[in-house]
């Protein structure tokens, strides 16, 4: 069978379907969180399927004690699994966890750049000693200052900005109806299941109580860091398709709703959430693939001179938000100085190796794949094609022997992510004919367990359809492309 022969036997019949599971499920297609499922074993022992969500905690345990993916990955949803099932009255696990805890912090691991991990890792390690009495120590390089001065500023009643309400559960109990707090679109509080059952004082009727329900009979029990993600998987979904050429029709509703909650910072990723640079930058580019193009005015706000932040007053930056910024603003003459300017602000991040590596996701293909295609398409001079070139050679050469790429496995998910950066328009060729036969055959195999959780929010989560159209737009690429 040719590559052409494997690839139109998968790509041809599931983009409709895949479309239509984004009407079907608008609050997104993402999965369960250990971290927000410990918070609301917890916090909310009240909401309905308390015994799933205690359960899944246990399934979801690893032998060694832990949850979630290695290295400092594991952390923070080992901590919000061992504090919950302490809650729970489930000591074994607890127990095991606790022993995994101790091990883990004793070997110092550096702590991912996930959504407040400052905050959280002190609020829980506080939490365990309280039911516990056992101290645990605090990695190095967190103190607990940056929290205790955020629980300052909720109690002195002043303004606090939106993204910390993604993560109020590390008020403790001082979350409960604090002042301040604005329910956001079907009730939420800061697109967080678990900040929202923090900020409930009680089953008392609400809407986010009602929000919580929603969440809890959408998920099955377990439930997902940030819902719903309408917006943010729409986007994704839609430019990923359209980036690659993929032939289908957009219905007009799935793409109105892109700019639904439309202001004048573009838009967020979830309501309860601030408008961010990525996911505006990501819907401008969609829009404009489909021929129905946006201000993008509306980015100026996110300009820092030198980058484009991901929302105002961030700390760090972000790689791959200012790869969509490029994707977005590229092919306006308008912009060709910004153009410029991000190029050499992303090719001056590239590594040495040829890789990058970005805050919102944990694996260096899916960073080093938004890079490429940017650099490829709307990079500004030689020092664009010398990283393209670089970054090529570098995914080229990590190929695992099954077809497959991946941080720490094989994965669908990177190897897809791999094929755009290989293939991507402009970029630097084809790879050889036994590199992407072997790439096409590994994602053409039946459908076996899903991906592991490789995008970063409190903890890891996949988003299942986004991941889709990756893997559909790789396929669709490979398909009948000439190979050396």
Known sequence: MSIDDDV???VDRPVPNLLTSLAEQPWGQVSASVYETGRLVSLAPWLPRHDERVKFLLDAQRGDGGWGPPEGYALVPTLSATEALLAAGEPGAAGRGLELLARLLAAAPPIPDTPAADLIVPALIEAITARTGRSLPLPPGLDGARLAAVRRRFGAGAAVPPKLLHALEVLGDAARGVAGVVLAGPGTVGASPAATAAWL???????????LGDVVRRAGGPVPCATPITVFERAWVLGSLTRAGVPFAAPDDLVSSLTAGWGPDGTAAAPGLPADADTTAVVLFALQELGRPADTGVLRGYDTGAHFSTWPGEDGASVTTNAHVLDALGAEPRHAGVAERLTGWLCARQE???AWHDRWHSSPYYATACCV???ARFGRGPVAARAVDRAVAWVAANQRPDGSWGRWTGTAEETAYALHALLAPGGPGVPPAASLSAAAGYLARPAGPPDPPLWHDK??????????????????????????
């Open 352 to 354: 040495p190796g040829g």
């Open 459 to 484: 903890d890891l989560y996949a988003p299942h359809a986004i991941i889709r159209a990756a893997v559909l737009a790789a396929q669709h690429l490979a398909r009948g492309r000439p190979a050396r």
């Open 8 to 10: 139109t036997a998968t």
């Open 373 to 375: 295609l940017a650099l």
């Open 201 to 211: 004082s009680g089953p008392h009727p609400s809407p986010a109580l009602a929000y």
